[in-house]
């Protein structure tokens, strides 16, 4: 999944933002569908039942969190994305708690404070001018918009329950992703940059098809059936390393002492929030 970060940072070089987000699941849908098509003929009637629920997963998971982290990309580094994309599972808390009546206690709550703040001082890059003046990149706020969709995504994903396997789903999502962006595609293609279909073009489509697309997703769907929403929500904290990594290898980002300040903060935040989680385990 930290590989969409390489996409977010690298591919709008060559591909307009929404562009790569619209065609990139566009070319999902269209690898999946053979394999599916017969059954989800089979399902029509179940997947008449479950559009609206479809239809919003794929905004979300493909549409929101498809297009803002390449928005992001423009004007933010990897690291950064990384580490705000981390504030995702504290949000599946939220939301869990808020729409499906999870408890969250005090230990939670300062968890959620702690790994907020962490995220803020990676937004305002430990300058609390920046605060004041609101004067943030906006591609931070894009990525922690992407958080939010995320969290949107894997609770819904998780709680509402279907009768399609998981192939089905992620193809019909990945439509409905598609589709939800098709839109703000051609508005993009009208009114600000148009899309030049090189080699470059295809390469990033297809690498972010693969890579954070159909495996990726594909993996967190069935790593979240036998663990749930909310402890699923883990493997987001590894974005920090990868997004580091990533960032320092192969685009010469530096490493500056608000990033390390920021990861320990939700780190903290997310060990008090899920606490008990891990020791029911």
């Not at 019909?172 to 009208?190: D, W």
Request: hydrophobic share 55%; aromatic share 20%.
């Amino acid at each position: 999944m930290a590989s969409n970060l390489v996409v977010a940072r690298g591919g709008v070089e060559y591909v307009p933002p929404i562009s790569l987000a619209f065609w990139r699941w566009t070319l999902v849908f269209f690898i999946l569908l053979p394999f599916t098509y017969i059954s989800l003929k089979k399902n029509f009637r179940v997947i008449k039942k479950e559009l609206k629920k479809l239809f919003f997963l794929g905004a979300m998971g493909c549409g929101v969190c498809g297009a803002f982290p390449f928005l992001a990309g423009q004007t933010t580094t990897v690291t950064n994305m990384g580490i705000i994309y981390t504030s995702s599972p504290i949000f599946i808390i939220l939301i869990s708690s808020i729409f499906f009546y999870e408890k969250i206690d005090l230990t939670k709550i300062v968890g959620l404070i702690a790994c907020l703040a962490g995220v803020f001082a990676i937004i305002i890059k430990g300058d609390f001018n920046l605060l004041i003046n609101l004067n943030f990149t906006i591609g931070d706020l894009w990525m922690l918009a992407a958080a939010i969709g995320w969290a949107l995504y894997s609770v819904y994903l998780f709680y509402w329950k279907t009768n399609l396997e998981i192939f089905q789903r992620f193809t019909l999502v990945a439509f409905f992703g598609a589709l939800s962006l098709l839109p703000f595609y051609i508005g993009e293609e009208i009114f600000f940059v148009r899309t030049v279909f090189s080699n470059q073009f295809f390469l990033w489509v297809f690498f972010a098809a693969i890579s954070p697309g159909i495996i990726a997703f594909t993996l967190y769907t069935i790593t979240q059936k036998k663990l749930g929403a909310s402890l699923t929500g883990f493997t987001l904290y590894i974005f920090t390393i990868y997004g580091a990594i990533y960032g320092y290898f192969l685009f010469d980002e530096k490493l500056e002492i608000y990033h390390l300040i920021g990861t320990v903060l939700v780190f903290i935040g997310v060990y008090l929030a899920k606490k008990k989680n891990v020791k029911k385990i």
